[in-house]
């Protein structure tokens, strides 16, 4: 089953808008990551955020992570049509083995 | 050796047939993991190695799937007696245990069509 759950589970926006991600997530972890993948490609890894750390930035994008909620959240700043992909959580849990993946969130940019 | 490589991009195969698929990771990686995605969904764990020793095997690695990593390497990925519900792309990421800050680098994928 998958650990992390994405909302919302697709996001239409207009370019130079923000949009916003959430990721929520159900056992304790090392760290926590965001992927994007454009259709039909593999995955490309966006930030890392690790379980002491509250907030990271990364060129226009954002990430906030809350372990009592167990929930992270994804800003992506005056986004661009080239930013339209699936976005996905991933979770490091604290047996540091592998990554658990969320079902994604599907963002569409309009020019 | 600029990224991970998965060969064949594309696969098309008659059910109860044999498929193997094959991963070369970056070469200073000693983790190689393997995931399926199906349309819709996000990448579902199957199993993992460090250096060439599988650590690690989800209870959706059926005894029809195998995977190894002779020598650290490359990985193969085989699929004995396909199903339909075998039909997904398999996505082969490697990384490096204790890097700072990293993350997984993934392939581009092999897509399977069990027709």
């Known amino acids: 089953s998958q650990q992390g759950e994405e909302d919302p589970q697709a996001l239409s926006i207009q370019e130079g808008e923000n949009a916003t991600m959430n990721c929520s997530y159900k056992?304790?972890?090392?760290?926590l990551q965001w992927y994007r993948q454009n259709s039909g490609r593999g995955l490309v890894h966006l930030i890392l955020?690790?379980?002491?750390?509250r907030e990271k930035h990364s060129g226009r994008l954002r990430v906030t992570l809350d372990t009592s909620k167990k929930s992270s959240s994804l800003l992506i700043t005056a986004s661009r049509a080239a930013d339209t992909a699936s976005y996905f959580c991933?979770?490091?849990?604290?047996?540091?083995?592998?990554?658990?993946f969320g079902e994604g969130t599907q963002l569409t940019v309009n020019p | 050796d600029t990224g991970v490589s998965q060969d064949p991009r594309h696969k098309i195969t008659k059910r109860g047939q044999n498929v193997t698929f094959r991963c070369d990771p970056i070469?200073?990686?000693?983790?190689l993991y393997w995931y399926r995605q199906t349309l819709g969904q996000g990448p579902e764990f199957l199993t993992y190695?460090?250096?060439?020793?599988?650590?690690?095997k989800s209870r959706l690695l059926s005894d029809r799937f195998s995977a190894e990593r002779p020598k650290g390497s490359f990985s193969t990925l085989e699929i004995q007696r396909t199903e339909q519900g075998d039909s997904a792309m398999y996505l082969c990421?490697?990384?490096?245990?204790?890097?700072?800050?990293?993350?997984?680098?993934f392939g581009s994928g092999t897509r399977l069509t069990v027709v």
């Open positions: 991933a979770t490091d849990g604290t047996s540091g083995s592998r990554l658990t």
């Open positions: 070469s200073e990686h000693n983790r």
């Open positions: 190695f460090q250096n060439e020793a599988q650590l690690e």
């Open positions: 955020i690790r379980s002491n750390e």
């Open positions: 056992t304790s972890i090392n760290n």
């Open positions: 990421a490697s990384s490096f245990t204790g890097t700072a800050g990293g993350g997984y680098t």
